[in-house]
Structure formats: structure tokens, C-alpha cells
């Protein structure tokens, strides 16, 4: 069974558009992350939440919102796309903020053009 | 301001030698360091995690060390195999960070047969 999976795979999509992408964990983990992973492959934190409560917001544009409602799920939503939003997305999990092994899932190609 | 550097930036060797990569990290107020693999077109899996009071850390044939006052982690892997081929990224939580980590740009590694 996956860990930590996350829907779509991959996406292309229009400029200008929204789009969700959702995660999910089953490690029954209190803590959810969003990562992004550039051109230049840099990994670098979006959000992070523990039980459903936002704890990180790193300095991301509030055309990006993340939601969990529980603490299995944590979406991510962008609003009004642009080209600079093209990169991977990993949602991540682990059981508390910290001290513990954190998990990745497969990651989410978004495309915009 | 890049914060987790991985030296070398890419590393090709022939099947059966020992690898060691090399991560360096400027603030030494760390709460612990992961180690992770990322194969092309997929999510981050999980290594080792060595926590800030530890020296190292093994799993079969890999072996991570951690030198906190000289901000530095190695990661050795014995007698290399084709399958070792990969991306090895170091990612550094640090002790005022709830749940962040830093991650270095990574090690591109080719084992050849």
C-alpha cells in the first residue's frame, strides 16, 4: 500500500486556470508538508501542517492555498496559474515536526503553458 | 543564500567501488539529517535520519556520519551496484525549524557496469 500518495501525477494546464492537487497519507502521521522542486531540482518547503493546523507558510503566494480537513489529507490549491508555477510538487508526511523520518509521495508534474 | 551544499554536484564510478558523498551545512544548530535517494521521474525515499545526538548511522550497506561542529554529513555506500544509480539528496532539519527541513542540491550518481 502506498504511504503517501498524491493526485495527478501529472498536469498541464493554461495559464490563467485553477488547479488542485490532492494528497493523502495512511502512516496515521500528524504532520503534512508541501514541498516544490524547481527547474534546478532545489526541494524547498511550502507549507507544513500538524492536525489539520497550518504551522508553516513559507513565503508562498496566496494564489497557492493549502487545506486539510483531517489529518490523513492535506490539498493544495493554486489559483490563477503561471508559467512560474511549472515544477514537481511532493506532498510529505511524518508522524510528528519533529525528530522523525519524513516520507515523500511521488510527487505531482504541473506544466503550465 | 544556499544553506546545505552537496559536493560533488555529480559522481560516476564503475560497479563495486565504495561511493561517499559529501553534505556541509552552514548552521550547526541542527536537530537531525536525512538522507534520501530520488530516482528520475519519481518521489524521494528515505535513507538513513541520524539525529543531532548520534555519530551515525547504518543500514546495510550504506553508512551516514554527522560532524555537527564542522557541519558536515557523509554518506558511504559499500561496493556499489548499477541499482545505486540515483540522485542522493541530504536534507538538514534544523533545531528552530517545526517540521522544515534544507535541502542540498544533490548528487548525481551513475554506477557502471
Known amino acids: 500500500d502506498t504511504a503517501v500518495s498524491q493526485t495527478p501525477k501529472y498536469l498541464v494546464t493554461q495559464m490563467g486556470n485553477d488547479k488542485s492537487i490532492k494528497c493523502e497519507q495512511n502512516?496515521?502521521?500528524?504532520?503534512m508538508y508541501w514541498y516544490k522542486q524547481d527547474s534546478k531540482k532545489f526541494l524547498k518547503i511550502m507549507f507544513s501542517?500538524?492536525?489539520?493546523?497550518?504551522?508553516i507558510n513559507e513565503t508562498v503566494p496566496n494564489r497557492f492555498s493549502p487545506k486539510s480537513p483531517d489529518k490523513a489529507h492535506l490539498n493544495l490549491h493554486i489559483n490563477s496559474l503561471e508559467l512560474g508555477d511549472s515544477a514537481v510538487y511532493f506532498c510529505?508526511?511524518?508522524?510528528?515536526?519533529?525528530?522523525?523520518?519524513?516520507?515523500f509521495g511521488e510527487g505531482s508534474w504541473l506544466t503550465v503553458v | 543564500k544556499q544553506e546545505v551544499t552537496q559536493i560533488p554536484a555529480a559522481l560516476s564510478v564503475p560497479e563495486g567501488e565504495n561511493l561517499v558523498l559529501n553534505c556541509s551545512f552552514t548552521?550547526?544548530?541542527?536537530?537531525?539529517l536525512q538522507w534520501f535517494r530520488q530516482d528520475p521521474g519519481k518521489g524521494l525515499t528515505s535513507l538513513l535520519l541520524?539525529?543531532?545526538?548520534?555519530r551515525e548511522q547504518t543500514s546495510g550497506r550504506l553508512n551516514a556520519s554527522l560532524d555537527k561542529s564542522s557541519g558536515r554529513s557523509t554518506l558511504y555506500i559499500a561496493a556499489s551496484q548499477p541499482g545505486d544509480s540515483a540522485t542522493y539528496l541530504c536534507?538538514?532539519?534544523?533545531?528552530?525549524?517545526?517540521?522544515?527541513?534544507?535541502f542540498g542540491a544533490g548528487t548525481q550518481v551513475v554506477v557502471t557496469p
Open positions: 501542517y500538524n492536525n489539520k493546523e497550518l504551522i
Open positions: 510529505a508526511s511524518s508522524l510528528t515536526g519533529f525528530g522523525n523520518t519524513i516520507y
Open positions: 536534507a538538514r532539519r534544523g533545531a528552530d525549524s517545526w517540521g522544515k527541513l534544507q
Open positions: 502512516l496515521g502521521h500528524d504532520t
Open positions: 548552521d550547526s544548530a541542527i536537530y537531525n
Open positions: 541520524i539525529q543531532s545526538s548520534q
